[in-house]
Nanobody, 114 residues
Framework: QVQLVESGGGLVQAGGSLRLSCAASGSIFSINDMGWYRQAPGKQRELVATITRGGSTVYTDSVKGRFTISRDNAKTTVYLQMNSLKPEDTASYYC????????WGQGTQVAVSS
C-alpha cells in the first residue's frame, strides 16, 4: 500500500506562485510514475503533469512554461512549482502515484483570484 499526502495549496492572486508537495509513504519502492491532477468545480479531473522515476516529464498544454514538476532523489516526494498562476488554474489538486495500481492523495485546494 502507498499513502500520498499533499500540502502547499492556498489562495493567491493572478500572476503569483505556489509550490505543492506530495509525500509518499508505505511501499515507496513500488512507486514508478508520480504526478498531479486537478479538478475544478463542475469539471472532470484532468492531468496536470507527471514524472517518471527516471525524471521524464509530461505536462498538459495549458501549464507548459508555467508549471514545473520535480521529484526528490529518494523518489518519495513530488513537487509542483506553479508560476504565473491564472484564475483558470483554480481547482483541487490531487497527487497521483502508480505502483501497480493508481494511488491518490486527498487533494489540496488552489484558488487564484483575478
Amino acid at each position: 500500500q502507498v499513502q500520498l499526502v499533499e500540502s502547499g495549496g492556498g489562495l493567491v492572486q493572478a500572476g503569483g506562485s505556489l509550490r505543492l508537495s506530495c509525500a509518499a509513504s508505505g511501499s515507496i519502492f513500488s512507486i514508478n510514475d508520480m504526478g498531479w491532477y486537478r479538478q475544478a468545480p463542475g469539471k472532470q479531473r484532468e492531468l496536470v503533469a507527471t514524472i517518471t522515476r527516471g525524471g521524464s516529464t509530461v505536462y498538459t498544454d495549458s501549464v507548459k512554461g508555467r508549471f514545473t514538476i520535480s521529484r526528490d532523489n529518494a523518489k518519495t516526494t513530488v513537487y509542483l512549482q506553479m508560476n504565473s498562476l491564472k484564475p483558470e488554474d483554480t481547482a483541487s489538486y490531487y497527487c497521483w502515484g502508480w505502483a501497480g495500481k493508481n494511488y491518490w492523495g486527498q487533494g489540496t485546494q488552489v484558488a487564484v483570484s483575478s
